[in-house]
């Protein structure tokens, strides 16, 4: 078969003193994301949606939060490793389809230059990623701004 689809998706709890980045960006915002790395959830849903492709598992088996050593991680360093297992194997990214859900900040502002950065750090054009914002209607942990989550789709192209 010369496509393969993944699916991802991660959410992380909102607290003071931590950054927001999302796609690689840092976005102004009061609180930011818990995690044992940078907590980028829209990253992280993009990892684990290319690793789902190829049935490769999740990024908790390559960069576990047991350990140490991806304390502090930039998230968009782990996906250039990611992306270098996925080119390993022949494959290319086709496309990307993601949304993040948070009540605030306001994203649309920030989605072109996460783009660009998801876009760089994959080595896509900038048109194979689409990134989407949307709220949760104030439903849920996420609406009561608990938290962030994201949801992704890629296509993966065989060489």
Not at 71 to 97: F, H, T, Y
Request: charged fraction near 25%; glycine fraction near 10%.
């Amino acid at each position: 078969m010369n496509i393969r689809i993944g699916n991802g998706y991660d959410i992380h709890k909102l607290v003071t003193g931590r950054p927001l980045i999302l796609g690689g960006i840092e976005i102004p915002h009061s609180l930011g994301l818990l995690g044992h790395s940078d907590a980028d959830v829209l990253t992280h849903a993009i990892m684990d949606a290319l690793l789902g492709a190829l049935g490769m598992g999740d990024i908790g088996h390559y960069f576990p939060p047991s350990d140490p050593k991806w304390k502090g991680a930039n998230s968009m360093r782990l996906m250039e490793q990611v992306a270098e297992m996925i080119v390993s194997q022949g494959w290319k990214i086709g496309n990307i389809d993601s949304t993040v859900i948070a009540e605030r900040p306001k994203l649309k502002p920030h989605l072109k230059s996460m783009r660009d950065s998801l876009a760089q750090t994959l080595k896509v054009d900038i048109d194979r990623i689409s990134i989407k914002a949307t709220t949760n209607e104030e439903l849920g942990p996420v609406g009561r701004e608990e938290g962030i989550c994201a949801y992704a789709v890629v296509l993966l192209v065989k060489d």
